[in-house]
């Protein structure tokens, strides 16, 4: 934060504290973060994931980046078109979804396996037929896996382009423990390092495609209206830094253009990588710090990759 001076650096957390506690309620799940003392959770403090999942803009961005790959596979996209209200509550499912993956990385032990269970509770209600009569199950491994790993992607590819250099050894790190998650779930052959990533999303292309369904939910993404200050303005910031993680292979199915996909990308990166620092000041006292100060851990050292 040197490049601003002291007063404006302040300013600006504020304002930053104040966007992402609108968007993003604390205390709302129930979930304990300082205690038991000592309980790693699933992850624990030595971890990749801890870091990459403390980067509050890489999240964000790599979550809606993770939203418009997910809505290329028809049958994964089917579950939330038939099953939930996103058309009136999309914040509400955003803020579910923010909640599910805060609990998994950061809860105790106890907590995260009674959050996997409730969630594989309401995968096991989800299922239907599409419109082509193929059908679908929200507990299908195939689908599982493919939510994760765009999940998974979006996530890396966040931290790695706003907010801090990812060592390739790092990154297969991450996606060799996150992946527990995924597995806890039901999903099956999760991908383990960014080769297999890449060579799952390879073997995938062919199933995937733009169809009225997932044009309708990409319009309601796109007109989503966060309850923050200039919501308009924050959407479209963190919408492009998304659309500017995606695969070079998903940005034209999702009809986005080259040449302004890069002028978007990089004014996002530009803005985004430029205020990590202060969203770290921000939040300070966030949930990745209480699980810090649960293992009698030093929070700052989430801003240094382990050994």
Same mark, same amino acid.
Do not use: K, M, T
């Given at each position: 934060m040197s490049f601003l001076s002291a007063p404006v650096a302040s300013a600006a957390t504020?304002? +930053?504290?104040?966007?992402v506690?609108?968007?993003?309620?604390?205390d709302r799940s129930g979930i304990d973060y300082d205690a038991p003392p000592g309980d790693p959770g699933w992850f624990g403090p030595d971890s990749v994931t801890w870091r990459i999942h403390s980067e509050f803009p890489g999240m964000l961005a790599g979550g809606l980046c993770a939203l418009m790959l997910q809505l290329l596979h028809p049958r994964a996209l089917a579950g939330v078109y038939d099953h939930s209200n996103f058309r009136q509550d999309l914040v509400g499912r955003l803020r579910r979804t923010t909640a599910f993956v805060a609990g998994t990385s950061y809860?105790?032990?106890?907590?995260?396996?009674?959050l996997v269970e409730r969630v594989r509770r309401i995968h096991a209600r989800v299922a239907g037929t599409l419109p082509d009569g193929r059908a679908y199950a929200a507990d299908d491994p195939e689908l599982l896996t493919w939510v994760h790993v765009t999940e998974a992607y979006g996530f890396l590819e966040g931290c790695r382009r706003y907010c801090r250099d990812v060592p390739?050894? +790092?990154?297969?790190? $991450? $996606?060799?423990? $996150?992946?527990?998650?995924a597995e806890a779930l039901g999903a099956r052959a999760v991908p383990a390092s960014?080769?297999?990533?890449?060579? $799952?999303?390879?073997?995938?292309? !062919?199933q995937l495609h733009m169809d009225a369904r997932s044009r309708e939910v990409l319009a309601v993404l796109e007109g989503v209206r966060l309850p923050v200050p200039?919501?308009?303005?924050?959407?479209?910031?963190?919408?492009?830094?998304?659309?500017?993680?995606? !695969?070079?292979?998903?940005? !034209?199915?999702?009809?986005r253009d080259r040449r302004g996909r890069r002028v978007r990308a990089a004014l996002a990166a530009r803005l985004l990588r430029g205020s990590a620092p202060l969203f770290r000041a921000a939040l300070g006292d966030g949930i990745a710090a209480r699980a810090c100060q649960r293992m009698g851990r030093d929070p700052q050292s989430l801003l240094h990759w382990p050994a």
């Open positions: 504020a304002q +930053i504290r104040r966007w506690l609108d968007a993003f309620p604390r809860a105790p032990a106890a907590e995260v396996e009674a390739e050894a +790092i990154a297969d790190r $991450y $996606y060799d423990e $996150y992946r527990r998650v960014q080769a297999q990533v890449r060579a $799952y999303f390879a073997a995938r292309q !062919p200039l919501p308009g303005v924050s959407r479209d910031l963190f919408l492009a830094a998304g659309a500017a993680l995606l !695969p070079d292979w998903a940005a !034209p199915l999702l009809g």
